[in-house]
């Protein structure tokens, strides 16, 4: 069984450019969902994708976007990149959405973003 | 706006010491979580509480949910070096999952 991948491991933007970060779920699993982790922070809810549809999303500006794909999985988009978009990108992929807590959420390493 | 307090934010003990970390919030959850998260790696799940007053077992760690489901704390007797790392909790809430900002752990050979 393969668990949660993301690519790049790495990546240093600037101020304005766009970034896509990837994420590929666990098999079997049909939910992704992605996180902001600053440094020193725990990870704040992004959005939630399921079945290729956003289903749910935390207080996060339009500029963070997403998709899914027929496969499950996924991308994070981020335009006009500002300096406190630095930060630990985490997606994690669940067997099932419906009520948090009921199920189990697997974490990638995370893609470390630096926006200079 | 829904926060989770953990405290503290930082603990240095060593090894062979008990440790306790908490988890505080004004907020009702329908269930919680405490992950363990170590350097360059996401965070890993280690136990769900549902149900207020529960209390689970992982070895060394005990987790209790607090009656009110709104607080919950973290027990590890005997501490080891490989206890070290970040611990979260995260609050259900929702749709979605509130993180807290974690306790740092160490814990010296």
């Known amino acids: 069984e393969t668990g949660v991948t993301q690519s790049p491991t790495h990546l240093i933007k600037t101020r304005g450019q766009q970034v896509t970060l990837r994420c590929s779920s666990q098999?079997?699993?049909?939910?992704v969902s992605w996180y902001q982790q600053a440094l020193g922070q725990g990870p704040q809810f992004i959005f939630q994708y399921y079945r290729e549809e956003e289903n749910g999303r935390g207080n996060f500006p339009p500029r963070f976007s997403g998709l899914q794909f027929p496969n499950y999985s996924s991308e994070l988009n981020v335009n006009a990149l500002e300096l406190d978009d630095s930060a630990l990108y985490l997606c994690a992929s669940s067997p099932i959405v419906g009520t948090p807590g009921k199920y189990t959420q697997y974490f990638g390493p995370g893609t470390r973003l630096t926006v200079l | 706006t829904q926060l989770l307090e953990q405290s503290p934010q930082f603990l240095s003990i060593q090894e062979g010491e008990n440790l306790t970390v908490y988890c505080n919030s004004s907020s009702v959850f329908s269930s919680l979580q405490w992950y363990r998260q170590e350097p360059g790696e996401g965070p890993v799940l280690l136990v769900t509480v549902v149900t207020g007053g529960e209390v689970k077992k992982l070895k060394r760690l005990t987790f209790q949910f607090g009656d009110a489901r709104k607080d919950s704390s973290l027990h590890i007797t005997a501490a080891q070096p490989g206890d070290t790392g970040l611990y979260l909790c995260?609050?259900?809430?929702?749709?979605?999952?509130?993180f807290g900002p974690g306790t740092r752990l160490s814990v010296l050979p």
């Open positions: 995260a609050g259900a809430f929702g749709q979605n999952f509130v």
């Open positions: 098999s079997g699993h049909n939910t």
